[in-house]
């Protein structure tokens, strides 16, 4: 067992015991910071690996961007600060023997299958230069394509959490068919006749 | 190095998003254990990226991409999840249940239709 090897075994333990806290404990806020941990000790696994620019875009947008965000969700929702009791559904058992038997194929599977193969671990091999001419070389076009899809899903995320743009650009299709509802379509100036119907659609709205 | 190493580590991540999945009730947690999910799969993408000495570097270009994705994905989910939460005042999904089939037409509904965004700023 050389060095690497114990290097990322202790880190792949932190990383997995940190996921399993995140998907047991009992507080929101904690699973989101031990998210932070999982994230944080896969990036160091991926130094190990020798696959440095990953490891720091890792760092910068999982536990920079992404858990900020969920954070964000979590305040936003209200969710209780202490433990709350009710975060697990009725089926954990059923899914503890679904993730069981998950890790025991999969990991059956990948011992089996690669249980002599070594990898050469060579210094620079995932450097910022290599991956950078294999993006804007190779791998160009599908670049492009998820800018557009970046682009995409922002627009969605603010039209989705916007509510103040008109009912013909924020609903589903099925929603347009809706009596009072498809004349409005046009613009905002009518946001009032359909706010009437929708106050006693939404349960719990008199308490606040 | 051994190439079991990353591989179990990757199964054993994975698995643990599967438990979270399944087993959550909270949108946010669930969200978060499609992104360990994401993880274990990244780390099997540089595995097998560095184990077969790509000149292309595909493995690790396709998993900047994939963490790109989770991005947008978390994004949008946490807006979908945001909305929910503001029409229903709670984002449980075993209660979120608008979508599901006949069988439970006699428990009271929470909404007749589903609920519109334009219900929001009527608060």
């Known amino acids: 067992m050389s060095g690497q090897e114990i290097v990322f075994t202790l880190l792949g333990v932190a990383a997995v015991g940190s996921a399993v806290l995140v998907v047991t404990t009992r507080r929101l806020v904690h699973a989101a910071l031990w998210l932070v941990v ?7 696994g991926y130094l190990v690996l020798t696959a ?8 910068l947008i999982y536990v920079g961007a992404v858990i900020v965000l969920l954070l964000f969700g979590i305040m936003l929702t ?3 600060i202490g433990e709350s009791a009710d975060l697990d559904s009725g089926n954990r058992w059923a899914a503890l023997a679904v993730s069981a038997a998950t890790a025991a194929v999969l990991v059956t599977v990948m011992v089996m299958g690669f249980r ?20 804007f070389r190779t791998w160009v076009l599908p670049f492009e394509v998820l800018s ?45 006749a359909d706010v009437a119907p929708g106050r006693d659609v939404a349960p719990g709205q008199g308490e606040d | 190095m ?18 979270g999945v399944l087993a959550r009730r909270n949108a946010i947690l669930v969200l978060m254990s499609v992104e360990l999910m994401l993880n274990a799969v990244n780390l099997n993408l540089v595995t097998f990226d560095v184990w077969y000495r790509d000149r292309l570097h ?40 608008t979508l599901a089939e006949e069988e439970d037409a006699a428990r009271p509904r ?10 929001v700023d009527a608060r």
Request: charged letters at 20%; a negative charge.
């Open chain 2, 110 to 119: 929470p909404a007749e239709p589903e609920a519109e965004p334009e219900a």
């Open chain 2, 2 to 19: 051994h190439l079991a190493y990353p591989t179990v580590v990757a199964a054993l991540l994975f698995s643990a998003g599967v438990y």
């Open chain 1, 148 to 192: 557009v899809l970046l682009l995409a899903s922002l627009v969605g995320a603010i039209v989705l959490s916007r509510s103040d743009i008109g009912p013909g650009g924020d609903t589903a299709p099925g929603d347009g068919v809706k009596p009072g509802a498809e004349t409005a379509s046009g613009g905002d100036g009518v946001r009032g």
């Open chain 2, 58 to 97: 595909g493995g690790q270009v396709l998993t900047l991409f994939t963490i790109v994705i989770a991005a947008a994905e978390v994004g949008l989910g946490l807006a979908i999840v945001l909305l929910v939460f503001r029409n229903r005042k709670m984002i449980d999904i075993d209660r979120l249940r």
């Open chain 1, 78 to 80: 209200r969710a209780p």
């Open chain 1, 38 to 44: 999982s994230f944080g000790a896969l990036a160091g």
């Open chain 1, 116 to 135: 002599d193969e070594r990898m050469p671990l060579r210094a620079g091999g995932g450097s910022a230069e290599e991956l950078g001419a294999a993006v």
């Open chain 1, 52 to 59: 440095e620019f990953v490891a720091w875009v890792q760092v």
